[in-house]
Protein backbone atom coordinates (compact mmCIF):
# COMPACT_ATOMS: atom_id res chain seq x y z
CA UNK A 1 0.00 0.00 0.00
CA UNK A 2 1.19 3.20 -1.02
CA UNK A 3 1.46 6.37 1.13
CA UNK A 4 -0.55 9.46 0.01
CA UNK A 5 0.77 12.79 0.61
CA UNK A 6 -1.29 15.94 1.51
CA UNK A 7 0.65 17.26 -0.89
CA UNK A 8 3.11 16.32 -3.69
CA UNK A 9 5.43 18.82 -5.68
CA UNK A 10 7.46 15.89 -7.15
CA UNK A 11 5.11 15.08 -10.31
CA UNK A 12 4.93 18.70 -11.06
CA UNK A 13 8.53 19.09 -11.46
CA UNK A 14 8.09 16.31 -13.68
CA UNK A 15 5.69 17.28 -15.98
CA UNK A 16 7.84 21.26 -16.14
CA UNK A 17 11.30 20.24 -14.78
CA UNK A 18 12.91 20.92 -18.38
CA UNK A 19 11.28 24.51 -18.81
CA UNK A 20 12.32 25.00 -15.07
CA UNK A 21 16.03 24.07 -15.36
CA UNK A 22 16.21 25.67 -18.76
CA UNK A 23 15.59 29.13 -17.50
CA UNK A 24 17.56 28.82 -13.77
CA UNK A 25 20.22 28.12 -16.26
CA UNK A 26 20.02 31.38 -18.00
CA UNK A 27 19.45 33.22 -14.94
CA UNK A 28 22.45 31.77 -13.20
CA UNK A 29 24.99 32.26 -17.07
CA UNK A 30 23.72 35.79 -16.60
CA UNK A 31 25.31 36.70 -13.37
CA UNK A 32 22.15 38.97 -12.21
CA UNK A 33 20.82 37.22 -9.72
CA UNK A 34 18.63 39.54 -7.31
CA UNK A 35 16.18 42.29 -9.56
CA UNK A 36 16.77 42.72 -12.71
CA UNK A 37 14.44 41.55 -16.00
CA UNK A 38 13.09 38.32 -14.81
CA UNK A 39 11.94 39.55 -11.26
CA UNK A 40 10.24 43.20 -13.56
CA UNK A 41 9.25 41.00 -15.94
CA UNK A 42 7.51 38.66 -13.05
CA UNK A 43 5.65 41.20 -11.30
CA UNK A 44 3.91 42.66 -14.31
CA UNK A 45 2.51 39.28 -15.61
CA UNK A 46 1.16 38.92 -11.97
CA UNK A 47 -0.59 42.06 -11.54
CA UNK A 48 -2.28 41.18 -15.19
CA UNK A 49 -2.90 37.97 -13.74
CA UNK A 50 -4.73 39.17 -10.52
CA UNK A 51 -6.32 42.55 -12.04
CA UNK A 52 -4.46 45.44 -10.59
CA UNK A 53 -2.09 48.00 -12.07
CA UNK A 54 0.97 47.19 -9.50
CA UNK A 55 2.71 44.32 -8.24
CA UNK A 56 5.46 44.44 -6.16
CA UNK A 57 7.66 41.12 -5.55
CA UNK A 58 9.17 40.27 -1.81
CA UNK A 59 11.18 37.66 -0.11
CA UNK A 60 7.35 36.26 1.63
CA UNK A 61 4.12 36.07 2.19
CA UNK A 62 4.90 37.27 5.95
CA UNK A 63 6.86 39.88 4.23
CA UNK A 64 4.06 41.20 2.14
CA UNK A 65 1.75 41.63 4.92
CA UNK A 66 4.44 43.62 6.94
CA UNK A 67 4.98 45.58 3.60
CA UNK A 68 1.99 46.57 3.36
CA UNK A 69 0.90 47.32 7.09
CA UNK A 70 3.76 49.79 6.89
CA UNK A 71 2.90 50.91 3.73
CA UNK A 72 -0.32 52.29 5.29
CA UNK A 73 1.46 53.74 8.25
CA UNK A 74 -0.27 51.24 10.52
CA UNK A 75 1.58 50.88 13.80
CA UNK A 76 1.23 51.70 18.03
CA UNK A 77 -1.94 52.24 18.97
CA UNK A 78 -3.95 50.98 16.01
CA UNK A 79 -6.10 48.17 15.81
CA UNK A 80 -6.43 45.31 12.99
CA UNK A 81 -9.29 43.41 12.90
CA UNK A 82 -8.50 39.58 11.88
CA UNK A 83 -9.43 35.71 12.09
CA UNK A 84 -8.08 33.99 15.09
CA UNK A 85 -7.79 30.83 12.46
CA UNK A 86 -5.01 31.17 10.08
CA UNK A 87 -1.44 30.99 10.21
CA UNK A 88 0.72 32.93 13.09
CA UNK A 89 2.14 35.24 10.02
CA UNK A 90 -1.65 37.06 9.77
CA UNK A 91 -1.43 38.47 12.95
CA UNK A 92 2.20 38.14 13.59
CA UNK A 93 3.03 40.87 11.49
CA UNK A 94 0.20 43.27 13.09
CA UNK A 95 2.54 43.25 16.05
CA UNK A 96 5.35 43.39 14.01
CA UNK A 97 4.58 47.32 13.21
CA UNK A 98 3.23 47.82 16.89
CA UNK A 99 -0.20 47.53 16.21
CA UNK A 100 -3.11 45.20 18.26
CA UNK A 101 -4.55 41.97 16.40
CA UNK A 102 -8.21 42.35 17.30
CA UNK A 103 -9.48 38.71 16.40
CA UNK A 104 -12.95 37.75 15.42
CA UNK A 105 -14.51 34.94 15.35
CA UNK A 106 -15.31 33.02 12.48
CA UNK A 107 -17.63 31.93 10.18
CA UNK A 108 -18.97 28.27 10.53
CA UNK A 109 -19.68 27.46 7.40
CA UNK A 110 -16.58 29.10 5.53
CA UNK A 111 -14.08 29.29 8.38
CA UNK A 112 -14.00 32.88 7.57
CA UNK A 113 -14.36 35.83 9.08
CA UNK A 114 -17.83 36.36 10.66
CA UNK A 115 -18.51 39.84 9.27
CA UNK A 116 -21.43 40.88 11.86
CA UNK A 117 -18.96 40.60 14.46
CA UNK A 118 -16.06 42.19 12.37
CA UNK A 119 -18.47 45.36 11.92
CA UNK A 120 -19.33 45.02 15.78
CA UNK A 121 -15.78 45.11 16.88
CA UNK A 122 -14.65 47.73 15.33
CA UNK A 123 -13.52 50.89 17.25
CA UNK A 124 -11.94 54.15 17.29
CA UNK A 125 -8.49 52.65 17.13
CA UNK A 126 -9.42 50.09 14.04
CA UNK A 127 -7.45 51.10 11.65
CA UNK A 128 -7.85 48.25 9.15
CA UNK A 129 -9.42 45.00 8.55
CA UNK A 130 -6.86 42.08 7.42
CA UNK A 131 -9.66 39.03 5.80
CA UNK A 132 -7.48 35.89 5.18
CA UNK A 133 -9.23 33.90 2.67
CA UNK A 134 -8.59 30.51 4.16
CA UNK A 135 -8.00 27.54 2.35
CA UNK A 136 -8.63 28.79 -1.11
CA UNK A 137 -12.17 30.26 -0.77
CA UNK A 138 -12.98 33.99 -0.63
CA UNK A 139 -14.61 35.92 1.76
CA UNK A 140 -17.26 38.45 0.98
CA UNK A 141 -15.60 41.11 -0.30
CA UNK A 142 -18.87 43.08 -1.25
CA UNK A 143 -20.08 42.87 2.29
CA UNK A 144 -16.58 43.49 3.62
CA UNK A 145 -15.95 46.70 1.46
CA UNK A 146 -18.94 48.06 2.22
CA UNK A 147 -18.25 48.09 5.97
CA UNK A 148 -14.61 48.90 5.49
CA UNK A 149 -15.81 51.90 3.45
CA UNK A 150 -18.67 53.32 5.72
CA UNK A 151 -15.92 53.18 8.72
CA UNK A 152 -13.01 54.96 6.16
CA UNK A 153 -10.75 51.72 6.83
CA UNK A 154 -8.54 49.77 4.98
CA UNK A 155 -8.23 46.64 3.48
CA UNK A 156 -5.50 44.43 3.07
CA UNK A 157 -6.11 41.11 1.91
CA UNK A 158 -4.37 37.93 3.33
CA UNK A 159 -4.22 36.05 -0.51
CA UNK A 160 -1.58 33.29 0.64
CA UNK A 161 -3.79 30.54 0.35
CA UNK A 162 -5.82 31.69 -2.44
CA UNK A 163 -3.92 32.96 -5.40
CA UNK A 164 -6.48 32.27 -8.57
CA UNK A 165 -9.98 32.87 -6.41
CA UNK A 166 -12.33 34.80 -7.13
CA UNK A 167 -14.80 36.94 -5.62
CA UNK A 168 -18.51 38.04 -7.72
CA UNK A 169 -15.77 37.34 -11.08
CA UNK A 170 -12.72 39.54 -9.65
CA UNK A 171 -9.75 37.52 -8.55
CA UNK A 172 -8.48 38.19 -4.72
CA UNK A 173 -5.55 40.76 -4.34
CA UNK A 174 -7.40 43.14 -6.41
CA UNK A 175 -10.35 44.13 -3.75
CA UNK A 176 -8.79 45.75 -1.38
CA UNK A 177 -6.53 48.38 -0.54
CA UNK A 178 -3.79 46.00 -0.77
CA UNK A 179 -3.60 41.98 -1.58
CA UNK A 180 -0.91 40.09 -0.02
CA UNK A 181 0.16 36.65 -1.49
CA UNK A 182 2.82 33.72 -0.37
CA UNK A 183 4.34 31.54 -2.98
CA UNK A 184 5.63 29.16 -0.63
CA UNK A 185 6.15 25.57 -2.11
CA UNK A 186 3.37 24.00 -0.95
CA UNK A 187 0.57 27.22 -2.39
CA UNK A 188 -1.23 26.75 -6.00
CA UNK A 189 1.52 29.11 -7.29
CA UNK A 190 4.55 27.94 -5.31
CA UNK A 191 8.25 29.32 -5.97
CA UNK A 192 11.01 26.31 -5.04
CA UNK A 193 12.14 28.52 -1.97
CA UNK A 194 10.07 31.27 -0.25
CA UNK A 195 8.47 34.15 -2.27
CA UNK A 196 5.87 36.67 -1.92
CA UNK A 197 3.64 39.59 -3.77
CA UNK A 198 1.80 42.71 -2.70
CA UNK A 199 -0.46 43.84 -5.40
CA UNK A 200 -2.31 47.30 -5.12
CA UNK A 201 -3.69 49.82 -7.82
CA UNK A 202 -2.17 53.07 -5.72
CA UNK A 203 0.58 53.93 -7.11
CA UNK A 204 1.88 55.61 -4.16
CA UNK A 205 1.08 52.87 -1.99
CA UNK A 206 3.19 50.31 -4.57
CA UNK A 207 5.95 53.47 -4.78
CA UNK A 208 6.31 53.00 -0.85
CA UNK A 209 6.41 49.23 -0.60
CA UNK A 210 9.17 49.21 -3.66
CA UNK A 211 11.50 51.62 -1.07
CA UNK A 212 10.76 49.30 2.43
CA UNK A 213 11.67 46.17 0.28
CA UNK A 214 14.84 47.01 0.00
CA UNK A 215 15.78 48.41 2.98
CA UNK A 216 13.75 52.25 2.60
CA UNK A 217 16.32 53.00 -0.74
CA UNK A 218 14.98 56.12 -2.58
CA UNK A 219 18.32 56.15 -4.88
CA UNK A 220 22.01 54.75 -4.91
CA UNK A 221 22.86 54.60 -1.11
CA UNK A 222 20.26 57.24 -0.23
CA UNK A 223 17.58 56.07 2.20
CA UNK A 224 14.14 58.02 2.65
CA UNK A 225 13.43 55.82 5.68
CA UNK A 226 14.35 52.32 7.42
CA UNK A 227 12.88 49.76 5.70
CA UNK A 228 14.10 45.83 5.34
CA UNK A 229 15.83 43.36 2.88
CA UNK A 230 12.84 41.49 1.42
CA UNK A 231 14.40 40.53 -2.48
CA UNK A 232 12.86 37.84 -4.69
CA UNK A 233 15.73 36.28 -6.02
CA UNK A 234 15.58 36.62 -9.81
CA UNK A 235 15.87 32.45 -9.74
CA UNK A 236 12.49 32.36 -8.05
CA UNK A 237 10.91 34.57 -10.35
CA UNK A 238 12.25 32.84 -13.14
CA UNK A 239 10.72 29.69 -11.81
CA UNK A 240 7.17 31.55 -10.73
CA UNK A 241 6.97 32.94 -14.74
CA UNK A 242 6.89 29.49 -15.75
CA UNK A 243 4.41 28.00 -12.94
CA UNK A 244 2.17 30.95 -13.64
CA UNK A 245 1.30 29.61 -17.18
CA UNK A 246 0.11 26.70 -15.70
CA UNK A 247 -1.98 28.14 -12.63
CA UNK A 248 -5.35 27.66 -13.80
CA UNK A 249 -5.12 24.28 -15.41
CA UNK A 250 -4.40 23.36 -11.70
CA UNK A 251 -6.63 25.40 -10.00
CA UNK A 252 -9.16 23.77 -12.29
CA UNK A 253 -7.56 20.66 -11.62
CA UNK A 254 -8.16 21.14 -8.02
CA UNK A 255 -11.60 22.41 -8.47
CA UNK A 256 -12.21 18.81 -10.24
CA UNK A 257 -10.43 16.88 -7.66
CA UNK A 258 -12.97 18.63 -4.62
CA UNK A 259 -16.01 17.99 -6.82
CA UNK A 260 -15.15 14.15 -6.63
CA UNK A 261 -14.89 14.48 -2.83
CA UNK A 262 -17.67 16.04 -2.41
CA UNK A 263 -19.53 13.35 -4.55
CA UNK A 264 -17.80 10.01 -3.03
CA UNK A 265 -17.71 11.91 1.19
CA UNK A 266 -21.64 13.15 1.04
CA UNK A 267 -23.02 10.04 2.78
CA UNK A 268 -20.71 9.85 5.15
CA UNK A 269 -21.92 10.55 8.59
CA UNK A 270 -20.22 12.56 11.44
CA UNK A 271 -18.07 14.63 8.85
CA UNK A 272 -19.11 18.10 6.80
CA UNK A 273 -17.63 18.93 3.67
CA UNK A 274 -16.61 22.52 2.88
CA UNK A 275 -18.90 23.94 0.05
CA UNK A 276 -18.42 26.83 -2.12
CA UNK A 277 -20.71 30.47 -1.51
CA UNK A 278 -22.79 31.75 -3.59
CA UNK A 279 -20.37 34.38 -6.16
CA UNK A 280 -17.40 32.33 -4.52
CA UNK A 281 -14.88 30.69 -6.24
CA UNK A 282 -12.34 28.44 -4.33
CA UNK A 283 -9.32 27.54 -5.72
CA UNK A 284 -9.12 24.78 -3.22
CA UNK A 285 -5.70 24.90 -1.72
CA UNK A 286 -6.70 22.92 1.31
CA UNK A 287 -9.96 20.02 1.30
CA UNK A 288 -10.91 20.74 4.67
CA UNK A 289 -13.42 19.25 6.33
CA UNK A 290 -14.69 18.56 9.70
CA UNK A 291 -15.08 15.89 11.92
CA UNK A 292 -18.09 15.70 14.84
CA UNK A 293 -16.54 15.82 17.86
CA UNK A 294 -18.26 13.59 20.62
CA UNK A 295 -15.54 13.47 23.21
CA UNK A 296 -14.85 15.82 25.95
CA UNK A 297 -12.74 18.98 25.74
CA UNK A 298 -10.26 17.09 27.69
CA UNK A 299 -9.88 13.50 26.23
CA UNK A 300 -8.35 13.27 22.27
CA UNK A 301 -10.54 14.22 19.78
CA UNK A 302 -12.49 12.28 16.61
CA UNK A 303 -10.58 14.10 14.76
CA UNK A 304 -7.35 13.19 15.87
CA UNK A 305 -7.86 9.65 16.52
CA UNK A 306 -9.06 9.55 12.26
CA UNK A 307 -6.06 11.48 11.81
CA UNK A 308 -3.95 8.16 13.47
CA UNK A 309 -6.19 5.77 11.80
CA UNK A 310 -5.83 7.01 8.11
CA UNK A 311 -2.47 7.35 8.92
CA UNK A 312 -2.21 3.55 9.81
CA UNK A 313 -3.92 3.14 6.40
CA UNK A 314 -0.92 5.23 4.32
CA UNK A 315 -3.31 8.36 4.11
CA UNK A 316 -1.23 11.23 5.62
CA UNK A 317 -4.11 13.85 6.25
CA UNK A 318 -2.95 18.08 7.97
CA UNK A 319 -4.65 20.20 10.48
CA UNK A 320 -4.75 23.66 9.70
CA UNK A 321 -4.76 24.88 12.55
CA UNK A 322 -4.81 22.61 16.05
CA UNK A 323 -4.72 25.71 18.30
CA UNK A 324 -6.20 29.09 17.35
CA UNK A 325 -4.24 32.00 17.84
CA UNK A 326 -6.15 34.11 20.26
CA UNK A 327 -5.13 31.03 22.96
CA UNK A 328 -1.72 30.79 21.57
CA UNK A 329 0.67 31.63 24.43
CA UNK A 330 2.40 34.40 22.00
CA UNK A 331 -0.79 36.16 22.48
CA UNK A 332 -1.99 35.61 26.15
CA UNK A 333 -1.01 39.04 26.84
CA UNK A 334 -3.90 40.05 25.46
CA UNK A 335 -5.96 37.99 27.97
CA UNK A 336 -8.01 35.95 25.66
CA UNK A 337 -9.70 33.52 27.33
CA UNK A 338 -11.20 30.08 26.30
CA UNK A 339 -14.74 30.51 24.56
CA UNK A 340 -14.44 33.83 24.15
CA UNK A 341 -14.20 32.66 19.99
CA UNK A 342 -16.16 29.94 20.18
CA UNK A 343 -16.48 29.11 16.37
CA UNK A 344 -12.56 29.02 16.03
CA UNK A 345 -12.52 26.84 19.07
CA UNK A 346 -14.42 23.83 18.29
CA UNK A 347 -12.92 23.95 14.64
CA UNK A 348 -9.86 23.95 15.89
CA UNK A 349 -11.06 20.49 17.39
CA UNK A 350 -12.82 18.81 14.01
CA UNK A 351 -11.18 20.30 11.24
CA UNK A 352 -8.89 18.07 9.33
CA UNK A 353 -7.32 18.84 5.70
CA UNK A 354 -7.35 15.58 2.84
CA UNK A 355 -4.56 14.80 0.60
CA UNK A 356 -5.17 18.03 -2.06
CA UNK A 357 -2.23 18.36 -5.35
CA UNK A 358 -3.45 19.00 -8.87
CA UNK A 359 -1.52 15.46 -9.73
CA UNK A 360 -4.00 13.43 -7.15
CA UNK A 361 -5.10 10.35 -9.21
CA UNK A 362 -8.88 9.00 -9.19
CA UNK A 363 -7.27 5.91 -7.44
CA UNK A 364 -5.32 7.97 -4.84
CA UNK A 365 -8.52 9.53 -4.04
CA UNK A 366 -10.38 6.31 -3.62
CA UNK A 367 -8.06 5.33 -1.07
CA UNK A 368 -8.42 8.31 0.56
CA UNK A 369 -12.32 7.87 0.75
CA UNK A 370 -12.31 4.38 0.76
CA UNK A 371 -9.78 4.91 3.98
CA UNK A 372 -12.32 7.31 5.92
CA UNK A 373 -14.91 5.16 5.16
CA UNK A 374 -13.53 1.71 6.49
CA UNK A 375 -12.44 4.59 9.59
CA UNK A 376 -16.36 6.01 10.49
CA UNK A 377 -18.84 3.56 8.98
Same mark, same amino acid.
Given at each position: ??????????????????????????????????????????????????????????????????????????????????????????????????????????????????????????????????????????? %??? @??? #??????? &??? =?? *?????????????????????????????????????????????????????????????????????????????????????????????? %??? @??? #??????? &??? =?? *??????????????????????????????????????????????????????????????????????????????????????????????????????????? &?
Amino acid at each position: MKKIPPFDLTEQYQVIGKEINASVAEVLASGHYIGGSHVEAFEQQFASYVGTTQCIACNSGTDALYLALRALNIGPGDEVITTPFTFVATAETISAVGAKPVFVDIDRQTFNLDLEQVEASITKGTRAILPVHLFGLPV %NMS @RLM #AIAQAHH &LFV =IE *DCAQATGAEWAGQKVGSIGHIGCFSFYPTKNLGACGDGGAVTTNDAAIAARIRRLRDHGRKGSYYYEELGVNSRLDAIQAAILQIKLRHLETWN %NQR @RAI #AERYQQL &LSP =IP *DITTPQEIPNGKSVWNQYTIRVLDRTPETDLSSRDRLRSQLQEKGVISMVYYPLPLHLQPAYSHLKYQPGNLPEAEQASREVLSLPMFPELSPEQQNQVVYSLKDCL &L
